[in-house]
């Protein structure tokens, strides 16, 4: 079945950039999220990227894809205490009309000023 | 600005009782689910649901029911509460042919079992 991996902690200095790594099984997926869960909320949609794009940029996010080794990485440049937060990667993929999101079990960012 | 609301942020039951966890959305999406999320465990699928009145079963079905009576709203029944259903529970929604805009979620419920 479906399976997405993510590291559980990464630990950063503030003003460094942060890098959140991802590898999913799933050859067909068409599209890859990420999104941000602050303390005591719900899932916010950061960014996402189609899968025959290998980068995205957005301001201080850069979204990296390897398609060939199922490689999805986001990078923070200029950490702030703002983006401690849970970051969880996901990926879609279709069926029967409609589409499902696999996620990973997020990765815990702590910035330390 | 779209929004999926769920009913409670905070949620304290005894064990045993019945509980209702309700969620809202104002997008028209057909796609709803419950999730529930534990430390180190991530996020896991309870119910999900493709249009009125349907429901599947995700990954961990077991203690809980649903009910979609109408379109906009999403329940989440726990039929007699127990400790181990102490978590926070997240609700979710989706149109189904515009992939690129993912999951919309709720806040979330943080639901304690006493």
């Known amino acids: 079945g479906e399976d997405v991996e993510q590291s559980l902690f990464l630990s950063v200095r503030e003003g460094d950039s942060s890098v959140i790594n991802c590898t999913y099984t799933?050859?067909?997926?068409?599209?890859l999220y990420w999104y941000k869960q602050e303390p005591g909320a719900g899932l916010q949609l950061l960014t996402y990227?189609?899968?025959?794009?290998d980068m995205k940029q957005d301001q201080r996010l850069t979204v990296l894809l390897n398609k060939k080794d199922k490689h999805l990485s986001l990078r923070i440049a200029d950490t702030q205490t703002g983006d401690s937060a849970i970051y969880f990667c996901?990926?879609?993929?279709?069926?029967?009309?409609?589409?499902?999101?696999?996620f990973g079990k997020g990765t815990k960012l702590s910035v330390i000023p | 600005d779209v929004k999926v609301t769920q009913s409670s942020r905070y949620l304290v039951k005894r064990t045993g009782e019945k509980v209702f966890l309700e969620c809202v959305q104002d997008?028209?999406?057909?796609?709803m689910f419950w999730y529930r999320q534990d430390p180190g465990l991530g996020l896991r699928l309870i119910y999900f649901?493709?249009?009125?009145?349907?429901?599947e079963k995700g990954d961990i079905p077991e203690g809980y029911s649903v009910s979609r009576e109408k379109k906009e709203r999403f329940s989440l029944i726990l039929e007699s509460a127990s400790t181990n259903q102490t978590s926070m529970y997240l609700c979710?929604?989706?149109?189904?042919?515009?992939?690129?805009?993912?999951?919309?979620f709720g806040s979330g419920t943080r639901l304690t079992v006493v």
């Open positions: 979710a929604s989706s149109n189904p042919r515009t992939a690129n805009y993912g999951y919309t």
């Open positions: 799933d050859s067909s997926s068409t599209y």
């Open positions: 990227i189609f899968s025959n794009m």
């Open positions: 996901a990926d879609a993929y279709s069926g029967a009309g409609s589409y499902q999101l696999t």
């Open positions: 997008m028209d999406h057909e796609n």
């Open positions: 649901s493709y249009d009125v009145k349907m429901k």
